[in-house]
């Protein structure tokens, strides 16, 4: 079945409209006679987008529990049972409950499209992964959920749903997006002037850069090699020397008069050797350009000048940079250097040729040079004309020995095999074998041979001349091939510096043999069996016609494939190393994965032999003290007054919720070094969980106060009720008789950003014996007592529990001295981004921080807690 079509409303912010487009977009074809329903759409109040709704088929969301509370996610089993011919699926990014069939709703999206329903969805710029960390860096908000650039390009079209900031903000300000008392806090925060400017700019431009990549698919099926400009596009060539600093930043000047536009520099390995690059000014020159915000490319070729234009081409340049040339002006007139030839050839593209301080000076060339075909030409034509000289030397000179004639010949030959190479040299040999026939040996004028001394001596002068001509031949052919393998291992070497700084280093190896082996599509496949079943590791680029694959076997279970263009026999061997240095990389990154599996369990293994431990010796006492009051109620005969038999049963009560709280503790523990701790991040306010965590602490013990605006934060609220309930309960058993405070930083607010975003804190301090500090560290690890008492209630897993929880939820557990002695332990969660959080303000009702600060506690079990 053919893959549906998937249609993406893209916008810079939420509130642009896009759900709005997209339920329009659901009429329109609804009106042409096609099958539309609503699978999942979040109208978030809005009354205009409330309304698009009806009139249009809804299936129903699917409810899930999760922790106590229904959550609604589509329902993929009744879309595809119903098969419309389009559906509406909102939030495109969304990450799924627990228990969903897929982990995230654009995964959801794929199985409809491969079960042939066309689907619409939203997107919002901040949810793309490639933007997050800018997103970040200009709202202070890091988004949770975001959804992978690649996947959402694979869109067959994406709309942007655009309106002017100053639209979007008085939209807000008109209680359009948000109810009115949210208003402020939002057009304070998060809808800021400056920030909708930005996101717009963020969406234009990726939205900018997609269309450059259909117009670049069109260009490649159509053969169109004459440049578009479009957008203002500059290739740098880079020589490898230390003028291309110089050209880079007179590029980017160029650039940045004409407001925008891509920054390319790509150097240009020639086949034949590259003893004139410095690795040194290439780096250099390779971390400049990232820094200008450009992109660093490295090609092959025997012709630098026809490589560069060719890559220019590809890319679809309007202009290039290169130097003038560094050899001296006399060679530089001879020869013509690469700026010249790319000047000549350059066609609608515009080069500028740009001078430095290296210009003219000349350049140390160790490299030998091979043969080409210009030097063998010269051969031949000197093979033809040097004998003839020399004879006529010979002819005018009052001696007419042979040996004589033979040795200026033999020179001439030589001359003729140094410039030419073997079969120059061996027509030289041949024609002046028969010039010094028929003008030196008698009998004089004709081919005939009277003396075998002569014809010895002529047969030696051929044989020597076509020996010394097969030496240079050969000398030639070798330089060729150390050079091209010097030239190999430089690109090698290349392509390995980087892929080691990107995220996956296998895909960055294939992105760099795009540039490397100008082709549009670098793919890795394995297969169990070798034969069939093959299956996509990795790849880069876009889709390329079939007809032009080129495929390295790397072994019988992996292959590499190049689509685009075949391949030229001069780089099937580079391929073969690439292949081969893929392979390593791959078998590098098993490696390193069993070694971190390996890891992994030995410290699983450890945690599992900690943990029978305490079973077998912590978990006794509260067993044995159940067993024995049980055994006391059950004994036969004996009568217990009433007040004894509550004895018994308070006894029987205590122990079991200590054992209760012992194994939730070790449970914990254990998924927590698990890597099983999945946090359900949502806005959640600090005096919600307080209440429920010091449930059960005596009344009185602990004290709270929290400001009146203290903000929300994301985080998980079971997770985070239970990371203040194991505080203040080790404060409570290790501070007896201390006051223990709950208080929120000034304005809720804390002084250490996380990550670059802003960050909520709460602090939980007591008065007792504190903890020394080269023992704070150490207080976090599991199974860790205070001074080691062994006969504290518990295993000594509640800070290591507290402190993986509350990683698990983005944020950080430290502790400090409490001024005046005792400990101040510090929870810093980051805040809600703005537009999302119920109030605006984060400010708690009056009514809820009286219920907090008067609540009337009952006792509870002390949890087993380190200190």
């Not at 490589?307 to 940079?321: G, K, W, Y």
């Not at 020996?467 to 690109?491: G, I």
């Not at 306010?685 to 009344?699: D, K, M, Q, T």
Request: net charge negative.
């Amino acid at each position: 079945m053919a893959r549906a079509a998937l249609r993406i409303f893209l916008g810079a912010a939420p509130g642009v409209g896009k759900t709005y487009a997209m339920l329009e977009e659901a009429h329109r074809l609804l009106g042409r006679g096609e099958d539309v329903v609503v699978a999942f759409a979040m109208h978030h109040g809005r009354v205009d987008t409330q309304s698009l709704l009806q009139g249009l088929d809804i299936i129903p969301p699917r409810e899930i529990e999760y922790r106590g509370s229904i959550f609604e996610e589509m329902d993929v089993d009744a879309v595809l049972a119903r098969r419309p011919h389009t559906v509406i699926v909102d939030e495109y990014a969304h990450t799924n409950i627990p228990g969903s069939r897929h982990g995230k709703r654009w995964q959801d999206i794929e199985e409809l499209l491969d079960a042939g329903i066309n689907v619409l969805s939203t997107v919002n710029v901040q949810h793309l992964a490639s933007l997050g960390d800018v997103v970040s860096a200009i709202t202070d908000v890091k988004q949770a959920e975001t959804v992978p650039d690649d996947v959402v390009r694979r869109a067959d079209q994406i709309h942007l749903v655009d309106i002017s900031p100053e639209l979007l903000r008085q939209r807000l300000g008109d209680g359009k997006i948000y109810a009115a008392d949210k208003v402020d806090a939002a057009l304070s925060n998060y809808f800021r002037m400056g920030n909708l400017t930005a996101l717009r700019e963020l969406a234009l431009l990726w939205l900018a850069d997609r269309v450059d990549e259909g117009l670049a698919r069109y260009r490649a099926e159509n053969q169109i090699e004459q440049s578009w400009p479009a957008r203002e596009r500059i290739v740098v060539g880079l020589t490898g020397g230390p003028e291309g600093e110089v050209l880079i930043r007179r590029a980017a000047r160029i650039l940045k008069r004409v407001n925008g536009g891509d920054l390319l520099a790509v150097h240009v390995r020639a086949a034949d050797g590259v003893s004139a690059e410095s690795p040194q000014a290439l780096e250099a020159q390779r971390t400049l350009v990232r820094d200008l915000g450009g992109s660093y490319h490295t090609v092959a070729g025997e012709d630098p000048a026809k490589a560069l234009l060719d890559f220019a081409r590809s890319v679809n340049a309007t202009q290039i940079v290169v130097g003038v040339s560094r050899r001296k002006l006399p060679a530089g007139r001879l020869t013509g250097g690469v700026g010249s030839k790319v000047v000549r050839d350059s066609g609608d593209i515009d080069v500028h040729m740009v001078s430095h301080p290296l210009g003219g000076r000349g350049v140390e060339r160790s490299r030998q040079r091979d043969l080409g075909r210009i030097r063998v030409m010269v051969g031949f034509a000197m093979a033809v004309v040097v004998p003839v000289v020399l004879q006529f030397l010979l002819a005018v000179s009052p001696s007419h020995d042979i040996a004589t004639a033979v040795l200026i010949q033999l020179t001439g030959s030589v001359a003729v095999a140094l410039v030419g190479g073997l079969w120059p040299a061996l027509l030289g040999a041949l024609w002046s074998s028969l010039l010094v026939n028929y003008f030196s040996v008698p009998p004089l004028g004709t081919l005939t041979i009277s003396d075998p001394q002569n014809l010895l001596a002529l047969l030696v002068f051929v044989g020597v001349s076509s020996a010394v001509a097969l030496v240079v031949d050969l000398s030639a052919r070798r330089s060729k091939e150390a050079a091209r393998a010097r030239a190999e291992a430089t690109t090698l070497g290349d392509l390995t510096r980087g892929a080691s700084s990107a995220e996956d280093p296998i895909k960055g190896l294939l992105e760099q043999a795009l540039d490397v082996f100008q082709v549009r599509r670098a793919a890795l496949y394995e297969s169990a069996s070798g034969d069939d079943g093959w299956q996509l590791v990795a790849a880069a680029g876009e889709e390329a016609p079939d007809e032009n694959e080129n495929t390295e076997q790397i072994d019988a279970n992996t292959r590499l494939v190049l689509s685009g263009r075949v391949l030229p026999a001069s780089d099937r061997r580079l391929l073969g190393a690439f292949g081969s240095h893929l392979s390593a990389m791959m078998e590098r990154k098993q490696l390193a994965a069993s070694r971190r599996e390996v890891t992994r369990l030995a410290e699983s293994n450890t945690m599992r032999t900690s943990i029978l431990r305490a079973v077998s010796h912590d978990l006794r006492t509260p067993l044995a003290g159940i067993k024995l009051a049980v055994g006391g109620l059950r004994q036969p005969g004996v009568k217990y007054t009433e007040e004894e038999e509550q004895d018994l049963l308070a006894t029987i009560d205590e122990c079991s919720d200590r054992l209760d709280v012992l194994v939730g503790n070790l449970l914990d523990m254990s998924r927590i070094t698990s890597d099983s701790v999945n946090a359900l991040i949502k806005p959640t306010r600090w005096f919600e969980v307080i209440p429920p965590a010091l449930h059960g602490i005596p009344a009185g013990r602990v004290r709270v106060d929290l400001p009146a605006n203290m903000p929300e934060v994301d985080a998980d609220a079971g997770m985070l009720e239970r990371v203040i309930a194991n505080i203040v309960e080790n404060a409570v058993k290790y501070a007896p008789d201390s006051d223990i405070v709950i208080v929120g930083a000034a304005g809720g607010l804390s002084m250490t950003p996380l990550a670059g975003r802003p960050a909520g804190e709460l602090r939980i301090i007591d008065h007792g014996q504190g903890v020394p500090a080269a023992s704070v560290v150490q207080m976090f690890q599991p199974f860790q007592r205070l001074h080691d008492v062994p006969a504290a209630a518990g295993v000594g897993l509640g800070l290591a529990v507290a402190q993986g929880f509350t990683e698990a939820m983005g944020g950080t557990l430290t502790a400090e001295e409490t001024p005046g002695g005792g400990l101040t332990m510090l929870i810093r969660l980051p805040l809600s981004a703005g537009p999302v959080f119920d109030h605006p303000t984060g400010e708690a009702p009056m009514e809820a921080q009286s219920l907090l600060l008067q609540r009337d506690h009952h006792p509870l079990p002390t949890r087993g807690a380190n200190p």
